[in-house]
Nanobody, 117 residues
């Protein structure tokens, strides 16, 4: 129902910043809670941050104060501003619909984030 295209990843030194974008399709996008997920090598995919249709946000403890999730419903786009990046933030970042913490729908290609020491 929703197709997702992530972009904005790259290589950055510790302490640097990146801004990720997720362009979504789907008539009901504005009604969905959206989340950013990441997967590091050898680890499970984990929810990083989510944002409800009305703008209420939630964050994994390890990124609080450093990451900001936002959305522009008119553009069907969700963003993740990442500041003060740490090597442990390295991974492939994906967006998806988030239903009570559970991703719903097909995954996009993701975007690689690599943080060097």
């Amino acid at each position: 129902q929703v197709q997702l295209v992530e972009s904005g990843g790259g290589l950055v030194q510790a302490g640097g910043s990146l801004r990720l974008s997720c362009a979504a399709s789907g008539r009901s996008f504005s009604d969905y809670t959206m989340g950013w997920y990441r997967q590091a090598p050898g680890k499970q995919r984990e929810l990083v941050a989510s944002i409800r249709s009305g703008g209420v946000t939630n964050y994994r403890d390890s990124v609080k104060g450093r990451f900001t999730i936002s959305r522009d419903n008119a553009k069907n786009t969700v963003y993740l501003q990442m500041n003060s990046l740490k090597p442990e933030d390295t991974g492939v970042y994906y967006c998806n619909r988030d239903l009570l913490g559970i991703p719903v729908g097909s995954w996009g290609q993701g975007t690689q984030v690599t943080v060097a020491s």
